[in-house]
């Protein structure tokens, strides 16, 4: 049985059901072609950013990858200044530089979200270090798929953190596809956590379509990490409901997966995590009524983004240099 | 009273310790800092003043070291990565490239990327083609990143405290051919403002423009020009990016001849962008073609008698410079000699 409060569970109930009707808009948007930039959507994966996030505080860093929609938000970032920055507004969270694959929201620390696989894994390592070497108590998070882990610098961050003993936790959403390949094509086995026992850090496999277990490790593993105990690894099993990049659900890149697409929907985090919520005495008509704030919220975010400029061209070659001031 | 001297290695050595000292976002990390087999003089005892929990001699992982070094700066701090061989670093180019160079840009402004890589060049002694190379040029293309290469013990310290204090990604490539190099270093700490060049020789004949140690050749070829009778103008680029434009063209249009010495290769090199930019800005100058001074176009050999042919030193600087103003008919093909060793991109009959 589970130990986490009802609050603590609606509130991850919610942050997931942002996410989930963010990116079902933003669905609706890519279809109809009014989105253009490449989205790569994580619907269907939404406990683990909710989860993990749900662990942290504000100070501590968060890094993504080009499927991080989830992470951004579940980190506290604004829904309205993600959307204008997918549509290339002037009012984007990159100011209309970055698009979906390019996220940031610096009062969050979430310092940044990019598409190059595993890039952003030793920058987190790098953030770990700063807060070691200040000691402030701040972890770092590094969300990314199970490609990532197929990629040199996975293996070398990991090694570093480990020998530091950095607040670094490695959070791998394993939703079985790379692109269009799946794990059994890239691995000889699916065992992704077993890399912790190489670098002497714990590795936890769990069922990352279960926010209160993903919630529980990450709460342990963050406290452990901000003691000064070392990194973990967390491999969360999930599964993307949609294709690769773009809103197509069961055909993507070459890939049919219509069966095992069936299965999952079957394991829906968010539904799961309501089911648990009306067992612990909430009434089916507050999540209703969350439904319904959401939405709200979400149009909010279209009108937002509809409304605000596009950047002016003569800002195109400003910022690509800090500008000093003083000694610094 | 006399001016204090220090040699390159411990100008660099005390603009590090001074920047440790100075502020505690400081901390270096890289491949072997704490032997001198690795980075000469230049890192000496600095892990016993200043601990090893801010001289981090890293495992052998250049592409999460650089990472680690941009994603600490991202996240406020002013950190320094050491790549004792440039051609290592190659397996670091994602941090520094589509990273620390794209960050700032990338998203509008909001953060930057305070972080100093220092790539070095450590060639000869038959090290061959990959303990040998010089890649400025590939740096020199990107936008977002600062490149620094200083030949002498003052722009050694200067730049590197200019570097640390930018708030940009800088690679500053020092050259282990010049560490033994000693200048006066004024004690306390200074700036070398980067992007200015420096002109080390006046002269009316002809411009020479250079960098890092083909500044320091091109110095001794200015003298040995003045003995055979030409009156050379020698140029110290110092910063490769952004360069110093006004400076090179100033010269250009008063000596009308360009010799450009680059410590790389010829085709896309630091060189060509150089050529390219006086050629569009003061074409009209020019009394004569522009001649380049370059790697040969192969990678660095082992044995003596190749390598001996293959690195352009004063002699080579001079020689182009005389077949570029007609007093010396270059050899037809021109091909790398121990005598005339490396590249002159010039046409036989100079002009």
């Known amino acids: ?328 | 009273m006399k001016a204090r001297t220090l040699s390159y290695a411990a100008a660099i050595r005390e603009a590090m310790a001074q920047m440790l000292a100075s502020d505690p976002r400081v901390f270096v990390i890289g491949q072997g800092l704490w032997s001198p087999w690795y980075v000469g003089a230049s890192m000496k005892d600095l892990d016993r003043d200043f601990t090893r929990d801010r001289i981090l001699d890293s495992p052998v992982c250049e592409n999460a070291t650089t990472g680690v070094a941009v994603g600490a700066a991202l996240a406020g701090m002013r950190p320094i990565v050491v790549h004792p061989r440039m051609d290592f670093m190659l397996l670091a180019m994602d941090p520094i490239i589509n990273q620390a160079a794209n960050w700032h840009y990338l998203f509008g402004g909001q953060v930057s990327v305070p972080v100093v890589i220092r790539p070095i060049i450590n060639r000869g002694g038959q090290q061959a083609a990959q303990h040998s190379q010089a890649f400025q040029a590939f740096f020199q293309h990107v936008p977002g990143v600062k490149v620094v290469m200083p030949s002498t013990a003052y722009d050694a310290k200067g730049l590197l405290i200019a570097a640390v204090r930018d708030g940009n990604p800088v690679i500053y490539i020092d050259d282990r051919w010049l560490y033994g190099v000693v200048g006066e270093v004024p004690e306390e700490p200074y700036e070398v403002p980067i992007g200015q060049a420096a002109v080390r020789r006046t002269g009316k004949e002809v411009t020479i423009v250079a960098s890092s140690y083909m500044a320091a050749e091109s110095e001794k070829a200015g003298k040995t020009l003045a003995e055979r009778g030409i009156d050379a103008e020698v140029i110290d680029l110092r910063s490769i990016k952004p360069w110093d434009r006004e400076a090179i063209c100033a010269s250009v249009r008063k000596t009308g001849r360009l010799v450009i010495a680059d410590g790389t290769y010829a085709e896309g090199g630091v060189a060509a962008e150089v050529a390219a930019s006086v050629a569009s800005e003061c074409l009209g100058s020019l009394k004569a073609p522009i001649a380049r001074v370059a790697l040969p176009n192969a990678p660095a050999p082992t044995s003596a008698t190749l390598e001996a042919a293959y690195y352009p030193k004063a002699e080579t600087v001079a020689v182009a410079v005389e077949a570029l103003l007609g007093r010396k008919k270059l050899p037809n093909p021109c091909r790398p000699s121990a005598s005339v060793p490396g590249r002159i991109l010039l046409p036989p009959n100079g002009r």
Request: glycine fraction near 10%; proline fraction near 3%.
């Open chain 1, 1 to 328: 049985m589970t130990s986490i409060s009802k609050s603590a569970l609606h509130q991850m109930y919610r942050t997931m059901l942002r996410i989930r009707l963010f990116e079902e808009r933003l669905s609706d948007m890519l279809e109809t072609d009014e989105v253009k930039c490449p989205c790569h959507l994580c619907i269907g994966q939404e406990a683990v950013a909710a989860g993990v996030c749900a662990a942290l505080k504000k100070d501590d860093y968060v890094w993504g990858t080009h499927r991080s929609h989830g992470h951004y938000l579940a980190k506290g970032g604004d829904m309205s200044a993600m959307m204008a920055e997918i549509l290339g507004k002037a009012g984007g969270c990159a100011k209309g530089r970055g698009g979906s694959m390019h996220l940031f929201a610096g009062e969050q620390n979430l310092l940044g979200t990019v598409p190059i696989v595993a890039a952003t894994i030793p920058l987190a390592v790098g953030a770990g270090l700063a807060a070691k070497m200040r000691r402030d108590g701040r972890v770092s998070v590094s969300f990314f798929g199970d490609g990532a882990t197929e990629e040199g610098h996975f293996h070398e961050s990991v090694n570093l953190a480990a020998l530091y003993r950095l607040p670094v936790i490695f959070v791998c959403e394993n939703n079985l596809y790379s692109s269009h390949m799946h794990i059994s094509q890239r691995r000889p086995a699916d065992n992704i956590y077993k890399f912790a026992e190489l670098y002497e850090i714990p590795g936890i496999r769990l069922d990352g379509n279960d926010v209160v277990a993903v919630y529980e490790a990450a709460r342990e593993v963050v406290g452990k990490a901000r003691k000064g105990q070392g990194p973990a690894l967390i491999e969360c099993r999930t599964y993307r409901w949609r294709g690769h990049v773009g809103p197509a659900r069961d055909l993507d890149v070459g890939v049919k997966r219509k069966d095992e697409l069936k299965e999952w929907m079957a394991k829906c985090p968010i539904d799961r995590a309501g089911k648990l919520l009306v067992e612990m005495g909430v009434l089916q008509q507050e999540l209703e009524k969350d439904g319904a704030a959401i939405r709200a919220e979400v149009e909010e975010a279209v009108n937002f983004a509809r409304s605000s400029a596009y950047p002016d061209e003569a800002e195109l070659e400003n910022h690509v240099y800090y500008e000093r001031q003083g000694d610094q």
